[in-house]
């Protein structure tokens, strides 16, 4: 079964990231919406929370699989969401 971060986890990336339901553009200049969202943005196509809170679920998801997929160590579930939290915010 895969791992998944833990609710706590998943609450402070929301509050690290915010929410912004209207995209703009990131300090890269990459379109971005809800909570740091960078897929499938529609520059000027404002999102419901709901969607924000789908999109982010997603993006977790592919950070969660990349963490357990290459890190050979085992890690606590604070380490783990740690380097989740790290993977999703660099993209």
Do not use: C
């Not at 703009?24 to 929370?49: E, F």
């Amino acid at each position: 079964m895969a791992r998944k971060v833990t609710v706590a986890v998943l609450s402070k990336i929301k509050i690290w990231e915010g929410l912004r339901l209207t995209p703009y553009l990131d300090s890269a200049g990459v379109p971005t919406d809800g909570y740091g969202n960078t897929h499938g943005v529609v520059m000027g196509k404002d999102i419901t929370k709901t969607k924000a809170d789908s999109d982010l679920k997603v993006n977790i998801s592919i950070a969660e699989s990349a963490v357990e997929r290459l890190v050979k160590v085992s890690l606590t579930n604070n380490q783990f969401g740690a380097l989740v939290s790290f993977v999703f915010n660099v993209g």
